[in-house]
């Protein structure tokens, strides 16, 4: 039997929406009005906060009750269990180790055993590095830093997911643009009969 196609997908804003919750909580919380197109960096003034503590307060909303029961999208969770039946799937998300409960959590409540592993890269850490010892062929991320990465570790196929305020930049080169699940999953059946 033929290998299995590998795909690694992203957690936050690809499963279920995150950014726009820790955005809103944080700048309730901290009298802030970071806008959603800077919400990916940390390097943003208008988070009036240096780095570290910008991740330890991040780090506190991810781990609020609030927070751990964000439902995920409808959409995404009809697409993975049908892709779960053809394809090996694991789920690398950038989240740290800190808040592995929360999405084991959702994970298992919505998910079941779709994903052969579930890997907490942490803030720092290398998805290309992962996506290569789990020899993904391919990573569904919202995150243009990550699929840059991972092509640099050789996942030769990365789809560019959703449409959000904070994907400015062009990925013509890097990534397959997929406004939403049906969208990835005619890419990777595509991506599967080659
Ligand atoms: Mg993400």
Known sequence: MA??????????????????????????????AVELEHAHSSAYPGW?????????????????????????FEDAVTAVHRLATEYELHLVTARPVAVMAVTNGM??????KCFASVEHVGLDGSKGEICRRIGADVLVDDNLKHLVDAASYGVIHGLWFGEYPWQQNDSSDIAIRCADWAAVEKEIAYIAKR
């Open 107 to 112: 994970i298992e409540s919505h998910f079941g």
């Open 3 to 32: 290998k299995k196609l590998v795909v690694a997908i992203d957690c936050d804003d690809v499963l279920l929406p995150s950014t726009i919750r820790i955005v809103e909580r944080y700048n309730t919380l901290y009298q802030t």
């Open 48 to 72: 009036n906060a240096d780095r570290g503590t910008i991740h330890g307060r991040i780090l506190e909303i991810q781990s609020s009750p609030e927070y751990a029961g964000t439902p995920p």
